[in-house]
């Protein structure tokens, strides 16, 4: 049948087409799917969770550009524990599969996070690597040996799949993308959103929400299909998403 022939292999995952809605975009997924046909999806990833409540960025967080947008959201939720009280038996009765997505500022963090998500019923696990390491401010997907702890350490806490999500700005992807994939992962999501910086020339000054921010839509498009392209030419195993 049609649907059959869709039917691709993400590392141990089988999904039943190679769509899968990306995080951020879905919210915690049940609720995108009252309005949305999620059978032409393989699998949908909520938005990301950290251990403890991040209350993100002040409003206005969102610059529109003809290439998409700048935002600042700085990944507000309600942490790990209200994440699976409000979400979990929820997502657990959805006809598509939910990825979780996790963050955090130490390999720990990031751990805890997993387990909860585990918790909750997800297919698999996500790691938004996006995120500033607690001892220097670093992100973690700048640096390939504190990505693959990362990973290492998230492996360990779960037994469903796990994946890292990657930043397209990290100076040596492939290199990091190799260290995830010793590390464990069974996939790549290539890529997060891009460093982005607006300025309103009649105002001259930053719009709202002021400042670098992530740049995402159209525009990043050939920046994201490069590191899906030039990932798997320099041989890390996993497959890239």
């Known amino acids: 049948m049609a649907q059959d022939r869709l039917t691709v292999d993400l590392g141990p995952l089988r999904l039943r087409t190679p769509l899968v809605a990306a995080s951020g975009t879905v919210g915690a997924v049940w609720e995108w799917a009252q309005v949305a046909d999620t059978r032409v999806f393989g699998a949908a990833v909520a938005k990301s969770v950290s251990p403890e409540p991040w209350t993100g960025r002040p409003a206005p967080r969102v610059a529109p550009l003809r290439t998409g947008m700048i935002n600042g959201i700085g990944i507000q939720n309600p942490g790990i524990d209200a994440w699976v ?80 999500k990657l930043s397209p700005n990290t100076p040596d992807v492939v290199g990091v993308a190799r260290a995830c994939v010793e590390a464990g992962a069974a996939f790549l999501t290539l890529t997060n959103t891009a460093f982005g910086f607006a300025v309103d020339p009649g105002a001259r000054r930053p719009p ?10 159209p525009g990043i498009n050939p920046g994201a299909l490069g590191a899906v392209a030039g990932v798997p030419q320099n041989r890390p195993a996993a497959p890239p998403g």
């Open 208 to 217: 709202p929400p002021g400042g670098p921010g992530g740049h995402r839509g």
């Open 85 to 164: 009280e409000e979400n979990g038996s929820r997502i657990r009765s959805l006809e598509v599969p939910v990825w979780g997505s996790a963050v955090g500022n130490t390999a720990d963090g990031y751990a805890t996070v997993a387990r909860g998500l585990e918790g909750a019923g997800v297919a698999a696990v996500e790691i938004n690597l996006s995120c500033p390491n607690l001892d220097d401010g670093e992100m973690f997907s700048f640096d390939a040996d504190r990505s693959a702890g990362v990973v290492a350490a998230v492996k360990r806490a779960v037994t469903v799949p796990v994946g890292a």
